[in-house]
């Protein structure tokens, strides 16, 4: 999709907005533009500083990894990747774990380490998936 100019279309209600890929973004944006960006076929936004994806309303799919403790495993491999350890919540034996100090996601995204490993027969349960929505 090339570059349209903004235009109201007659009859049906609806305006077409500009488009093309994520190399073809306006160098110095005005605050508030709005795009459809072609390379990852998602609206954008410039938010004065950088371009932002507009997300889908909707509920998002929450993923529950669970795990058993053995008294000596430091990773588990996560059912899908994630992007960071404020993108999970972690319980070990039903007490909220903090995402700092206590784990962090390893392996591009696909594992959790613990700094102790959980002990033997501790039910460990990894909520994943919160920070995404619908596409």
Known sequence: ???????VIPGIGGAVVPGGTTANRPASPAF??????SSTNFMEYFN????KTIAN???AN???????????TLTFTLSTNVSAADQVI???????????GVYTITGSGA??????APLASE???ILHGIGKTPN
């Open 123 to 125: 039910p460990i349960n």
């Open 57 to 59: 309303a909707g509920e």
């Open 62 to 72: 929450i993923t529950v990894d669970s795990f058993t403790g053995d008294n000596s």
């Open 90 to 100: 972690v319980f070990v034996s039903n007490i909220y774990q903090q995402p700092t």
């Open 111 to 116: 594992d959790i380490t613990f700094t102790a």
């Open 48 to 51: 004065g500083t950088e371009y």
């Open 32 to 37: 508030g533009l709005f795009r459809f960006n």
């Open 1 to 7: 999709m090339g570059f349209l100019k903004n235009r």
